[in-house]
């Protein structure tokens, strides 16, 4: 069983930067990859960004590619998504997500755990 606990969202101007913290619970977390998803109001949750176990492969969605990084460091239980130059597009509630169970890894549905959502508003 892992626990994942979300944070650091706010409300920033575009063009600026936030970092999302995911800090996890459970012994097993550092074997895991760990993806980022968002869902804005009406939207279905979409896939942002994953790394795998030892955060030494990584993934982005095209609209986020050189503007946000994802990166983990498990010696503290912690994944981070730094989001440079927001836009309001990138407006939603962001979510971490670890438990991978196959299949497409841009499907919400092929994860086990996931937080509750940070909530991150970037304002035109």
């Known amino acids: 069983q892992v626990q994942l606990v979300e944070s650091g969202g706010g409300l920033v101007q575009a063009g600026g930067s936030l970092r999302l913290s995911c800090a996890a619970s459970?012994?097993?977390?550092?074997?895991?990859?760990v993806a980022w998803f968002r869902q804005a109001p009406g939207k279905e949750r979409e896939f942002v960004a994953q790394?795998?176990?030892?955060?030494?492969?990584?993934r982005y969605r095209d609209s986020v590619k050189g503007r946000f990084t994802i990166s983990r460091d498990n010696a503290k239980n912690t994944v981070y998504l730094q989001m440079n130059s927001l836009k309001p597009e990138d407006t939603a509630v962001y979510y971490c997500?670890?438990?991978?169970?196959?299949?497409?890894?841009?499907?919400?549905?092929?994860?086990?755990?996931w937080g509750q959502g940070t909530q991150v508003t970037v304002s035109s």
């Open positions: 997500a670890t438990g991978f169970k196959g299949g497409s890894d841009s499907n919400p549905r092929m994860y086990a755990y």
């Open positions: 459970g012994r097993t977390f550092s074997t895991y990859a």
């Open positions: 790394n795998n176990w030892s955060g030494t492969s990584t």
